[in-house]
């Protein structure tokens, strides 16, 4: 079964400061990791996945195959980073490719 | 072209009613997938498409609620005997297969008084 653990509801930071939302998940084969963000009054979008391994608005996630972790980082946030993220599963290919969602945690940024 | 479409945007129904929930995904997408977001329980996955194949339905929490997907394009989620508890919004999304990147629509409210 696919699984996705978001610890922690909420994250409230100052501006400039470190942040690092945690995302823990359970499968048996090889998943991909997805960080979705929903801002306010906005759809939920895609903010980045683990194949691209790129850095969106400075965001970077780096899949840790042995503690089973995709967590979301950014070195300096900024009040526009204000959201709610939800980290996702997908098992791949065929009936395991749906999309799984964590809880989701709330990060709020204060100037 | 145009994203994930749903309507209404916002429903209120007195409990006991049923109602329907309308989803408009990408041209050509042919996953598709429907999820409840309330507070405290984040997006709660309700039903999955993909293709041709039987959809997967291990996320309905009830026999009142089913969904169908006509053609392979547009798809209704029906709720029978609306209880309070159903209140939340519904939210429909579309990729192309099922792993890759998932479009959204803006949902759909849904109240029961």
């Known amino acids: 079964a696919q699984r996705v653990t978001q610890p922690e509801k909420l994250l409230s930071v100052f501006k400039g400061a470190p942040v690092e939302l945690k995302c823990n998940y359970s499968?048996?084969?090889?998943?991909?990791l997805f960080w979705y963000v929903q801002y306010s009054r906005q759809r939920l979008q895609l903010l980045l996945r683990?194949?691209s391994r790129e850095s969106i608005k400075g965001f970077t996630a780096d899949l840790n195959k042995g503690e089973t972790s995709f967590h979301l980082k950014k070195p300096f946030a900024q009040e526009e980073d204000s959201a709610m993220y939800y980290c996702a599963l997908s098992g791949g290919a065929g009936a395991n490719s749906k999309l799984t969602f964590g809880k989701g945690i709330t990060l709020s940024v204060r100037p | 072209g145009a994203g994930v479409s749903q309507s209404p945007s916002n429903k209120v129904t007195e409990k006991g009613k049923d109602v329907e929930l309308r989803c408009d995904p990408i041209?050509?997408?042919?996953?598709l997938y429907w999820y409840r977001q309330s507070l405290g329980q984040g997006l709660e996955f309700l039903i999955y498409f993909q293709g041709n194949s039987a959809p997967d339905k291990s996320g309905l929490p009830s026999d009142r609620f089913s969904a169908e997907r006509t053609g392979g394009s547009v798809s209704t989620l029906t709720i029978q005997r609306t209880q309070q508890e159903d209140s939340a919004v519904y939210l429909c999304?579309?990729?192309?297969?099922?792993?890759?990147?998932?479009?959204f629509g803006q949902g759909t409210r849904l109240t029961v008084v």
């Open positions: 999304a579309s990729s192309f297969i099922g792993n890759t990147e998932a479009f």
């Open positions: 499968y048996s084969g090889s998943p991909e």
């Open positions: 683990h194949i």
């Open positions: 041209s050509g997408h042919t996953a």
